[in-house]
């Protein structure tokens, strides 16, 4: 069992930035695991953000978020750093963790409690 624990989330005017971490309460993540991040807004269904693998550094980001939005992460930690945040980024964005691919929900077994992103216009 992987548990996640997200922080960062906030209320930030559109323009501004905000970065969001994940850790695992074990202080750890699995070698080859795949991480995530996910967000969902009111009414939608949840959609992917980016995913890095951790023991290669390799990451994908989805084109709605692409330029915007970087996954990186050190020993202990998943991050998600967001600039140029718009209204429509407004959601509650999840971490995840899988072993298996980076793209879909199906992928991941693991995820956090969320953490709300609010982007004022």
């Known amino acids: 069992q992987v548990q996640l624990v997200e922080s960062g989330g906030g209320l930030v005017q559109a323009g501004g930035s905000l970065r969001l971490s994940c850790a695992a309460a074990?202080?750890?993540?699995?070698?080859?695991?795949?991480m995530g991040w996910f967000r969902q807004a009111p009414g939608k269904e949840r959609e992917f953000v980016a995913a890095?693998?951790?023991?290669?550094?390799y990451t994908y980001t989805a084109d709605s978020v692409k330029g915007r939005f970087t996954i990186s992460r050190d020993n202990t930690k998943m991050y998600l750093q967001m600039d140029s945040l718009k209204s429509e980024d407004t959601a509650v964005y999840y971490c995840?963790?899988?072993?298996?691919?980076?793209?879909?929900?199906?992928?991941?077994?693991?995820w956090g409690q969320g953490t709300q992103v609010t982007v004022s216009s």
């Open positions: 890095i693998r951790w023991s290669s550094g």
């Open positions: 074990s202080g750890r993540f699995c070698n080859n695991c795949a």
């Open positions: 995840a963790a899988g072993s298996g691919g980076l793209r879909t929900d199906d992928d991941y077994d693991y």
